[in-house]
């Protein structure tokens, strides 16, 4: 009981301790201790609940489920880039058949697509994705390693930003319902959710880039480079957020618990906070775990307007230039981030609501 | 009560001073940047460009894009050096001091400067060639570029493994600084062959240390006015003066090279001061910037055209042809382009040797009617449906379909317009190409035989079906002449050959490049080529 009482704070100091430490742009030997404290932290919290919720063998039955998710898309997506036409090799000017054709042994393009298919196989099973048809001399691994941690750091502040934003604004939209507060707030989620990042940035980037000269309109380079790109990233969710948790906290706010703690006297903020919103957050969990796999992965528009060097230009470029083995690795990296979001959104369940048990815990 | 009050008070007391330092921080920082860019450098010796993406390759033998090549010419040399002064770029020595041709132009030899050293003080000598063009050759690099030096005796034998032994390809160290090159037969244009960075020079020896690595910032040695200092992978790149520059040192220190995609996004860094130049502007913006003092205009050695499949109906017939060409009015698709682009008939474009502006079929709506007539499919009457091939892109459509408005109101025909993206579209003009397909093309060098070579039978780039042997004959013959006013006859006719009768494809513009350079940047590289050297280029105080 006590290591469970200590445990949500631990971990909360130390992730929210990196993500300041990793805004400001600080690094060292530190910043990657507290990076690696977050991950292991975090999955002792999850393991411990795991178990204390005796889900193991649910668990391992998910991730073997996992896995085979993930054979299937790496089949379907090898296949599906076979069959598109044009090759990595196709340019405006076109090379003499010979050294296209030498070009193509190189890269064992020449064999039937059956044994590619069981070299990619195998090679995949070594922990061997390759080497890019496109970016000579570099292996995918290394596409992937420099560029995931930066749509990492973009996507986890965005998300932040979106829970932090989000969720109260919802209660607060349900608190006061059919006001003008609640109607405002309603008008404002639903623009956030029906205008898009390519109108948000260019917006931001006029008023604070070119207007009042705050924030530079694009690159990476530290803290202040962060804010707009965050902020465009974090909107749609935030907005999509509060409408859900509003939505959820209305139902909540008329069953009978809800009716007792008032009878009670309990304060509205207690009941709000402590009795209605615990129990709202269903759906906002649900929402989560796509959530997650999608804005960690890199978002195209908002890496692409403010020149962020992350995952997003790589999903559309590595099809464009058909760099089969890059395609590839991107595909399987957005598989395995959906898989276990949502398995983790599924363990989840039990920690917000302890009434939601699942098949395979006794 | 009061209690409690004073410790809430507390509480948000506590985190609004946090909230005051960090802004403070932040600010400090902010403040602090503007002085130096990243990587410690500072902005007042420090050319800031965009090359657009991740160079594919900075390997010379391997790289086939602009973007490479962008980097790789200011780090390296070739034996020979464009003239960027000069309007026609004619040659200047570099690695090579001086060259000369003997039997008809098909044996070279290159006189080497002395003493030239690598970044890593190592010497220069011709064997640093001849493994660079072994390497080349060799079928193992898998280089696309390969056939780039297939014009050399042997070369392209030992690409497909029928000689085994070097020694046999005709290039040879006389001593470590006289290079003598033998060519399956005479090419006047061979020596600009060595201004391209496939042929450049290499270290063996670094290469075989790193492998696949050796181009990285930190492996790589070279010898141009620049050296490559930071490689920060789908960011930026870093360039430092190499101050043993054989050449004289160049002005500026360091070279900043942001991978920016999006135009638009460059264009706002260079509108607030992080950007000093800017090559790509999207055609939607170029009317805001025209006027601006910073727009530099230069014309390209840039052709697009509407190739016609010569083997498939309607367009195997050349009066179907000759009626299509004489119905567009090129200055109509300029001037809805908007970019300063120069209608053209003829193939070779404007700023080119061998360019003559009476060459091909002119816009005339009655002869196209007469030859549509003739061709027997009066007022477009049961003309079989005509195809308009393109790729996907906001130019080209708003082009094809101008041009679908041309044809049905002079000539009365329905065509359709199929786009489709990029390498689906380049697959296609391999397989089945439709009646009429866009194509461009944009030099490798300011030669014409590199514009009229597309066209000859053994081409892969010609995908319009069109063979004529006496054009194949012109051609080949213009090569190896050394005499210009010769050579431009000869490339007249067979201008006339494919655009006049056999008319293969319809030339429309040649394209023109814009580019915004800061206010405080002297000598900025502008030439036909577009090669972006950097090495006479300052800053102003």
Redesign the interface.
């Known amino acids: 009981m006590r290591l469970k009482a200590l445990l949500w704070p631990v971990v909360g100091i130390i992730f929210s301790s990196t993500l300041v430490l990793s805004f400001?742009n600080f690094g060292g030997p530190l910043v990657t201790f507290l990076n690696w404290a977050t991950i292991g932290s975090l999955l002792f919290a999850l393991g411990y609940f795991v178990i204390a919720q005796q889900m193991l063998v649910y668990v391992s039955k998910r991730l073997v489920e996992a896995a085979l998710t993930l054979f299937v898309i790496a089949t379907m997506t090898f296949l599906m880039l076979r069959f598109?036409?044009?090759?990595p090799?196709?340019?405006?000017?076109?090379?003499?058949?010979?050294?296209k054709a030498?070009?193509e042994?190189?890269y064992g393009l020449n064999d039937p697509v059956a044994i590619q298919y069981k070299n990619y196989m195998f090679n995949l099973l070594r922990g061997d994705l390759g080497e890019s048809y496109?970016?000579?001399?570099?292996s995918v691994s290394?596409?992937v390693g420099?560029?995931f941690p930066v749509s990492l750091k973009l996507g986890i502040y965005a998300l932040i930003i979106s829970f932090i934003v989000g969720i109260p604004l919802g209660v607060l939209a349900a608190a006061k319902h059919n006001t003008y507060v609640d109607n405002a707030l309603m008008v404002l989620a639903m623009s956030g959710v029906a205008v898009p990042s390519f109108l948000t940035a260019p917006i931001l980037?006029i008023i604070f880039?070119?207007w009042l000269?705050w924030l530079?309109?694009?690159?990476?380079?530290?803290?202040?480079y962060y804010i707009m790109p965050v902020i465009v990233l974090g909107v749609r969710p935030a907005a999509y957020i509060a409408r859900l948790t509003r939505a959820s906290v209305l139902e909540v706010i008329q069953a009978d618990f809800v009716r007792t703690a008032r009878a009670k006297g309990l304060p509205q903020t207690m009941i709000l906070f402590k009795h209605v919103l615990r129990n709202s957050l269903i759906p906002v969990l649900t929402y989560a775990g796509p959530l997650i796999a999608g804005i960690l992965s890199g978002t195209f528009v908002v890496e692409?307007?403010?020149?962020v060097?992350g995952m997003g230009?790589h999903f559309v470029?590595s099809v464009?230039?058909?760099d089969y083995p890059l395609v590839l690795a991107l595909t399987l990296l957005f598989g395995s981030l959906l898989v276990v979001a949502n398995l983790v959104v599924d363990i989840l369940y039990g920690v917000i609501d302890p009434r939601i048990r699942v098949k395979g815990s006794s | 009560m009061a209690f409690t009050g004073n410790l809430k008070n507390s509480f948000y007391r506590s985190w609004t001073q946090w909230l005051l330092v960090l802004t403070m921080g932040a600010l400090i920082a902010s403040c602090t940047k503007n002085k130096k860019e990243e990587y410690g450098l500072d902005i007042r010796e420090t050319l800031r460009i965009n090359i657009n993406t991740e160079p594919p390759s900075l390997d010379w033998n391997k790289a086939t894009d602009t973007t490479s090549s962008t980097v790789t010419v200011n780090i390296m040399d070739g034996l020979a050096q464009y003239d960027l002064n000069d309007p026609e770029l004619k040659l200047l020595p570099a690695l090579a001091e001086s060259w000369e041709p003997s039997e008809k132009a098909k044996v070279w030899t290159f006189k080497l400067r002395k003493g030239v050293k690598w970044t890593d003080g190592v010497e220069f000598t011709a064997q640093h060639v001849i493994d660079g063009w072994e390497r080349l050759l060799n079928s193992s690099t898998a280089s696309e570029y390969a056939y780039f030096l297939f014009s050399v005796k042997n070369a392209q034998n030992y690409f497909e493994k029928k000689v085994k032994d070097f020694g046999e390809v005709g290039v040879k160290a006389t001593d470590p600084y006289t290079l003598v090159v033998t060519l399956n037969q005479p090419a006047s244009f061979f020596p600009y062959l060595t201004t391209h960075h496939s042929t450049y020079p290499i270290r063996k020896d670094l290469i075989q240390k790193f492998g696949d690595q050796w181009p990285e910032a930190g492996n790589m040695v070279s010898l141009g006015a620049y050296k490559l200092k930071v490689w920060e992978h789908d960011k930026a790149i870093v360039l430092e003066r190499n101050d043993d520059y054989y050449g004289g040192k160049a002005k500026i220190k360091n070279i900043l090279a942001y991978m920016i995609v999006e135009g638009s996004t460059a264009l706002n860094l260079f509108e607030t001061g992080k950007l000093d130049s800017q090559h790509e502007i999207p055609s939607v913006e170029l009317s805001k910037y025209k006027e601006r003092k910073e727009i530099r205009e230069k014309p390209a050695l840039i052709l697009q055209y509407y190739g016609f499949n010569t083997k498939k109906a309607p367009t195997n017939n050349v009066l179907v042809r000759k009626a299509i060409a004489h119905a567009i009015d090129k200055s109509e698709i300029v001037s809805i382009l908007g970019g300063g682009q120069v209608p053209l008939t003829s193939w070779i474009p404007v700023g080119m040797m061998g360019y003559e502006p009476d060459i091909g079929l002119k816009f005339d709506v009655e002869k196209a009617k007469e030859y549509l007539a003739k061709a027997g499919y009066p007022d477009g009457k049961k003309l079989p449906r005509l195809v308009i091939g393109l790729n996907t892109n906001e130019d080209h459509k708003r082009v094809a379909e101008n041009i679908q408005g041309q044809l049905k109101r002079n000539l009365g025909i329905d065509v359709e317009i199929q786009n489709e993206e990029w390498k689906t579209y380049l697959n296609r003009l391999k397989v089945d190409p439709p009646n009429v397909f866009r194509m461009g093309w944009q030099a490798d060098y300011p030669d014409p035989d590199n514009f009229m070579n597309l066209m000859t039978s053994t081409s892969e780039n010609n995908r319009t079906g069109w063979k004529n042997s006496g054009f194949d004959k012109l051609v080949n013959d213009a090569v190896s002449l050394t005499d210009n006013s010769k050579r431009k006859e000869l490339y007249s006719k067979a201008q006339r050959l494919l655009l006049e009768e056999g008319v293969a494809a319809v030339p429309l513009y040649s394209s023109v490049r814009h580019k915004l350079v800061a206010d405080r940047v002297v000598n900025y590289p502008i030439n036909v080529m577009d090669l972006l050297v950097y090495k006479y280029t300052s800053l102003k105080e």
């Not at chain 1, 598109?84 to 090759?87: A, F, T």
């Open positions: 400001l598109l036409p044009g090759g090799f196709d340019s405006e000017k076109a090379l003499p058949p010979e050294v030498n070009i042994a190189k496109k970016y000579l001399g570099r290394d596409i420099e560029a980037i880039s070119f000269n530079p309109p694009a690159l990476w380079d530290g803290p202040e692409v307007i403010f020149a060097p230009r470029l464009t230039n058909r």
